[in-house]
């Protein structure tokens, strides 16, 4: 079992900042892709943004596009998720997630991902 451990969240009032982060120390990074997805109390888990192996390939929500920029540094087998302009409709537990993927684009789709974190609680206040 792969472990990814999430942090960074918190509450932040509208408008502001945070960024998450996903660390994997186990796992062999360079072979997957990784994913940021979110759940809303009483809905469904939903795409955040997902970024390839190697950074080139990234893809976002339509909610949050332009506000949330993810990214990854190899080194340290760390995904980041920046998120700026927040608003109260982002609360929700952010999970990350890891896909195996040493080529192509990355899916958007929860049941391609095969490993997740524990998530993190995101609050925004009105």
């Known amino acids: 079992q792969v472990q990814l451990v999430e942090s960074g969240g918190g509450l932040v009032q509208a408008g502001g900042s945070l960024r998450l982060s996903c660390a994997a120390p186990?796992?062999?990074?360079?072979?997957?892709?990784m994913g940021w997805f979110r759940q809303a109390p009483g809905k469904e888990r939903e795409f955040v943004a997902a970024?390839?192996?190697?950074?080139?390939?990234?893809d976002y929500a339509a909610s949050v596009k332009g506000r949330f920029t993810i990214s990854r540094d190899n080194a340290r087998k760390t995904v980041y998720l920046q998120m700026n302009s927040l608003k109260p409709e982002d609360t929700a537990v952010y999970y990350c997630?890891?896909?195996?993927?040493?080529?192509?684009?990355?899916?958007?789709?929860?049941?391609?991902?095969?490993?997740w974190g524990q998530g993190t609680q995101v609050t925004v206040s009105s």
């Open positions: 997630a890891a896909q195996y993927l040493r080529a192509g684009v990355p899916s958007t789709h929860r049941a391609d991902f095969g490993s």
């Open positions: 186990g796992l062999t990074f360079s072979n997957y892709a």
């Open positions: 970024i390839s192996w190697g950074g080139s390939s990234r």
